[in-house]
């Protein structure tokens, strides 16, 4: 009985805390907001930003008028910003979430939060911004703003319609090879690429947590280490150790967990367009929780878990293993991880020489199953290749098609040698066209090189002894090229539904110099999406067919016999077909 009465009083003095600290967080927000529906056109304040170092600085600020219902739920302030040369830079990309404070006369003696920075218009002639309602922002504490997706939900093209400000990513190593390669893909989330130094001097964690008040620049981290990329912004509002910023999405993604990291401004570049920040990030110095509509919203202290990649290249002039770490969302690791890659790659190798490159993959999930995904390029755009490729690669991990795995690590392995080592086969020829079970094959091959250079290979193929007696499909091919051919075949194989057939299909893709000789008999098979019964006993295959199973059943026109590698130094292209017949 006694202790049913402690429990009781515990769960009493639980409820009493929590109905104080909700009255305390209303009577703070009573105290110094203003809500929406009080504000008025004319009515004037100041704003908060940091334009140089950590120096927070003041602008002026008058309100336009306030829009109603531009979302379910959501106004938006217009106001004038002047003061700080706002007249001639407009309203800066890295003033996110830059608060805005106004006067309310005899009513209040000091400024009240009117809300946040957050949007303008494109090729404006006038510093106009438009400043998200800080009882807005307060909501996402709560938990109650829109946007509750999981996975990156919002385009921000800047053109010259209403959006978000662009969010400045600073990125180590930016050159102009990199910003080609993913300026595109950053611009569709309203991200601007720019060139920073890897971090700012400052690393002492209490000395940066002094600094985070309303208008400092704030960030998120996206990847740390040898490679360095965090977008900034401004402190909105602080609670504690609790921060709200922003006032738009980073980019959307709901209930995350990615590192907060300080800034260093170093100065601002005018632009036609949108003018910018140049900053530096510091050491992280906290968690983001929540990404939604309305901003951003983290705590001060411990910091998440990044996933660790390591990146080994050997060239002429590289010899060297380089690591970093990205922030672990299952959206942003397929950009993110390319990204990071490369950055180094762009940083260490020659952009126009002729190499060949060598490169593996290889992802640990959850810290057990192991993938290994090979490629082979030659040519021109090599990064540009092992960048889509990868981000390809790693998006089909997280697919929603099974369980999202946890991504515990990723190791690349890249060798460049000089020269384009490229190889076509011209002509195929084999040395019979009727064989029987057990017989060597022997194919003579003419192949040309990058340059018109015809050189003659043979291979040799041994026909299983359990080969029936008809006729016989040889597909000599590249890996690549013969995996196209089987997506066609039987389509099932190239949809698994299981960790397992996915780990087959990577590891499948890509061996651009391994050719291979497969052999297909006439025999009808199923497939039971990535799982294939080749040539069954018809009674069996009618059975299936007809058993109304769950998973979707396919037929096939062929079945496969065998397969045979072979190797080459050089990415193979050109496929053949030869046709055999098989007496027992």
């Given amino acids: ?135 807005e922002m307060l909501e996402i504490w709560q938990e109650k703003r829109p946007g509750t997706n999981s996975g990156i939900g919002l385009e921000k093209n800047r053109s010259t319609a209403f959006s978000p400000l662009p969010i400045p990513v600073a990125l180590s190593g930016f050159t102009p090879g990199l910003a080609d390669l993913i300026e595109p893909i950053m611009s569709k989330y ?89 900053f530096s990030p510091t050491i992280p110095i906290g968690t983001l929780t929540q990404d939604r509509l309305t901003g951003i919203a983290g705590t001060i202290g411990p910091v998440p ?17 380089y690591h970093f770490r990205v922030a672990k969302h299952p959206t942003l690791l397929p950009i993110l991880i390319p990204v990071g890659l490369s950055d180094i790659i762009f940083s260490t190798e020659g952009k126009l020489e002729d190499m060949t490159l060598s490169s593996q993959m290889g992802i640990t999930l959850d810290d057990t199953e192991n993938i290994t995904v090979h490629h082979v390029y ?12 990868t981000s390809d690669e790693l998006n089909a991990l997280f697919e929603k098609r099974f369980p999202t795995p946890k991504l515990t690590r990723v190791v690349f392995k890249l060798k460049y040698v000089p020269g384009r080592k490229k190889l076509r086969i011209i002509s ?43 006729r016989l499909t040889l597909v000599i091919s590249p890996w690549d090229s013969l995996q196209q051919r089987e997506a066609l075949r039987a389509p099932g194989v190239a949809s698994p539904n299981t960790m397992k057939g996915l780990k087959k299909l990577l590891e499948n893709t890509g061996r651009e110099n391994e050719l291979v000789v497969a052999g297909f008999i006439p025999k009808p098979g199923i497939t039971m999406r990535d799982k294939e019964l080749p040539a069954p006993p018809p ?46």
Wanted: proline content about 5%.
């Fill in 190 to 278: 309203g991200l601007v690429p720019i060139a920073a130094s890897g971090r700012a001097r400052e690393t002492d964690s209490a000395g940066l947590d002094s600094l985070l008040i309303p208008g400092a620049a704030i960030g998120v981290g996206l990847i740390d280490g040898d490679v360095r990329m965090s977008g900034i912004g401004t402190l909105t509002y602080r609670q504690g150790q609790k921060i709200l910023a922003f006032g738009h999405p980073m980019l959307q993604a709901g209930s995350v967990k990615m590192p907060l990291v300080g800034g260093v401004i170093h100065s601002i570049l005018p632009s036609l367009s949108v003018s910018f920040k140049f």
């Fill in 305 to 321: 878990e990044m996933t660790p990649v390591e990146v080994a290249i050997n060239s002429r002039c590289t010899e060297d293993t």
């Fill in 1 to 135: 009985m006694g202790r049913v009465i402690e429990d009781l009083r515990l769960k009493r003095r639980k409820i009493i805390l929590l109905l104080l600290s909700l009255l305390l967080f209303c009577l703070a927000r009573a105290a110094d907001v203003i809500q929406v529906d009080n504000i008025r056109p004319g009515m004037k304040g100041f704003g908060l930003t940091v334009f140089s170092g950590h120096k927070i600085e003041r602008f002026e600020v008058e309100v336009l008028d306030v829009m109603h219902k531009i979302a379910p739920k959501c106004d938006l302030i217009l106001c004038r910003l002047s003061g700080a040369n706002l007249e001639k830079t407009g309203v800066i990309a890295g003033m996110s979430g830059s608060p805005i404070y106004l006067e309310v006369g005899a009513t209040h003696a000091s400024p009240l939060l009117a809300g946040a920075v957050a949007y303008a218009w494109g090729f404006s002639k006038e510093p106009i911004a438009g400043v998200t309602p800080i009882n």
């Fill in 539 to 584: 009674s069996l295959r009618s059975t299936i067919m007809a058993s109304g199973s769950t998973e979707p059943v396919l037929a096939t026109n062929e079945s496969p016999l065998f397969e045979q590698s072979f190797y080459f130094d050089a990415v193979i292209s050109g496929t053949y077909e030869l046709r055999l017949e098989v007496h027992r």
């Fill in 378 to 389: 030659t040519g021109e755009g090599l990064a540009s290749r092992l960048f889509h490729n």
């Fill in 428 to 470: 195929a020829r084999p040395d019979r066209l009727v064989a029987k079970p057990g017989d060597t094959i022997t194919v003579a091959m003419v192949l040309e090189d990058y340059a018109g250079k015809k050189t003659d290979r043979i291979i040799k193929t041994v026909l299983p002894k359990t080969t029936p007696a008809g």
